[in-house]
Structures are given as C-alpha cells and as structure tokens.
C-alpha cells in the first residue's frame, strides 16, 4: 500500500553554494497537518504547494507545476546503502516522503489522492538537480552521481486543494494512457536529448519543460 511516510517543511536557511542568499532545501518531517493548495506562477505567487514551507530562490523553484516534491524512502534507503550514510526524510528537499509507490516511474499526468477525501496532485515533472543540493549534501559530482542514477523523483501540481497528514494513503486516481513517464523526461532532459521528441504526447507536462522540448527541437528541425 502506498502511503505519506513523512509531510516535510522547511525554514530558510544561508545557502551553502551562495551565502549571500537563502535556500528552503533543508526540510524536515512534521508531525501535524499540512494544508497543501496551488501557489500561482512561479514569479509572484505563493511560493511551494505546502503552507508553512519556504522557497529561496522563486526564480527557479515553486509555482504550481512544482507545489509539491515527492522523494520515495525506498530510493533514500538505496543511496544509504551507496553513500554509506543515514538520510533522514526530507534530506533531498522532498515535501512528502512516501513508501510503497514507484515515484520515478510515475506517468506524466498521473493522479494522487492524498487520503480519503485530501488533495489532489498531478505529475508534472522530474526534479533537476542543482549546484544547491550538491552543496547542501557536502558531496563531490553529486550532480552527476545523482543524474546516472535516474531516481530524481517528482514534482506535482494541486488540482484540488486539500490536507495532508503523515501516514496519509495514496490512492492512484487516474493514469495517461501513454508511457511518459518521469524517468523518461529526466533521462531525455539531462542525458538522452534524441528521446525528446517522446515527450510531446504528455499534455501534463510542466509549462517549463514543454518550453524546453520545443526549443531544442525547433533548433534540430
């Protein structure tokens, strides 16, 4: 069964790749309800998907096509094992922390209930790692490290409103009929540019992204 194993929020702290500036990145797990809702643009909205979570940089991170990031422990167990190192829910900068469901492997458009009657989340797209992360983590090619191993899980935007709690249940409510799936754009996006052109049945795909595949393939054109 897949379930919300933590619901993750974060203080501003100095950002350890730009000291001058702030980073939302460190979140950590929090035992109460969290009421999730759309945060508008990118540039003058609202900031992240959580109410109580903090964003740094509003250029580059929040809006709605990435309210909420969703990181499964399952894959936090496996870099443990490859970094030799215990990573606590939240470490990546993960707004829910689940178990129980292949986050990477989702479908662009795919849906989530979050609990009986909580929101409504859909893919959108796969998180691109930064010089921030690799700062904030103290780990040399991170950026690299982390791109080889496709696990970059997903960032999801509100369609309904709603609260969420630790342990809540994930309940899949609706699944494209295509075979986009996160993975595959984070793959296409940072190492396989030629599987571009895949990407183009996904409707849900992130206003950013659809940007970014237009552009690389009026160039190739």
Request: with cysteine; hydrophobic share 40%; aromatic share 6%.
């Given at each position: 069964?897949?379930?919300?194993?933590s619901v993750?929020?974060?203080?501003?702290?100095?950002?350890?790749d730009?000291p001058?500036r702030?980073?939302?990145?460190?979140?950590v797990?929090?035992?109460h309800?969290v009421?999730?809702?759309?945060?508008?643009p990118?540039?003058?909205?609202l900031g992240g998907?959580?109410?109580g979570?903090?964003?740094?940089?509003?250029?580059?991170h929040?809006?709605?096509d990435q309210?909420?990031?969703?990181?499964?422990?399952?894959?936090?167990?496996?870099?443990?094992q490859?970094?030799?190192?215990?990573?606590?829910n939240?470490?990546?900068?993960e707004?829910?922390?689940t178990t129980?469901i292949?986050?990477s492997?989702?479908r662009?458009?795919?849906?989530?209930r979050?609990?009986?009657?909580?929101?409504?989340?859909e893919?959108s797209?796969?998180?691109?790692?930064?010089r921030?992360?690799?700062?904030?983590?103290?780990?040399?090619?991170?950026?690299?490290?982390f791109t080889?191993?496709?696990?970059?899980?997903?960032?999801?935007?509100?369609l309904?409103?709603?609260?969420?709690?630790?342990?809540d249940?994930?309940?899949?409510?609706?699944?494209?009929?295509?075979?986009?799936?996160?993975?595959l754009?984070?793959?296409a996006?940072?190492?396989?540019?030629?599987?571009?052109?895949?990407?183009?049945v996904?409707?849900a795909l992130s206003?950013?992204?659809?940007?970014?595949v237009?552009?690389?393939?009026?160039k190739?054109?």
């Open positions: 069964m897949a379930n919300v194993l993750n929020v974060a203080e501003l702290r100095v950002n350890p730009a001058s702030f980073t939302g990145i460190d979140k797990p929090v035992d309800p009421e999730v809702r759309a945060p508008g990118m540039k003058g909205g998907g959580l109410v979570d903090n964003i740094g940089n509003r250029k580059l929040g809006g709605d309210a909420v990031y969703v990181y499964a422990r399952e894959d936090l167990d496996d870099w443990q490859r970094l030799g190192r215990p990573l606590r939240g470490v990546f900068g707004n829910l922390t129980g292949d986050v492997h989702s662009i458009g795919e849906r989530w979050i609990g009986a009657d909580g929101p409504l989340l893919v797209a796969p998180r691109t790692p930064c921030t992360f690799s700062a904030f983590l103290e780990i040399d090619g991170w950026i690299k490290t080889a191993a496709g696990k970059p899980g997903t960032y999801l935007r509100v309904e409103p709603g609260t969420v709690h630790p342990g249940p994930i309940t899949v409510e609706h699944t494209p009929d295509h075979d986009v799936t996160i993975a754009v984070f793959r996006r940072m190492t396989e540019p030629a599987l571009l052109p895949q990407l183009l996904a409707d206003q950013e992204l659809k940007a970014y237009a552009k690389k393939l009026s190739s054109a």
